[in-house]
């Protein structure tokens, strides 16, 4: 399959995975392409329902995580780890224009 993944900086570019496919495995084929750094994505699908597919955790498969082809995906990047014991979580709100989309 065929899924479109955008950058909020408004870089698009397009990532063939099989329909078996992790979200680990779809992380691996972002870092190769993009040479962008796995451990640090975050990736979000914008369909009806717009949830984060790391939720499921990178062993569950695209499909599982409701990616199909033609699918787009929104890219952000996790802070870079210290190793520390900080309890900091992060949180995202969506900027105005990504939700005007819906």
């Not at 065929?2 to 570019?13: K, S």
């Not at 949830?51 to 996790?78: M, P, R």
Request: with cysteine; charged share 25%.
């Amino acid at each position: 399959m065929r899924v479109a993944v955008e950058i909020l900086t408004g870089t698009l570019f397009y990532i063939q995975v099989s329909n078996d496919a992790t979200v680990a495995d779809l992380k691996k084929e972002i870092e190769a392409q993009q040479k962008l750094p796995r451990d640090r994505l975050i990736l979000f699908l914008s369909n009806k329902r717009r949830h984060l597919i790391n939720e499921e955790g990178d062993g569950a498969t695209v499909v599982d995580c409701g990616v199909q082809d033609g699918s787009h995906i929104y890219l952000f990047f996790g802070p870079v780890d210290h190793h520390d014991e900080s309890t900091d979580h992060l949180v995202f709100t969506w900027p105005h224009s990504f939700l005007e989309q819906a």
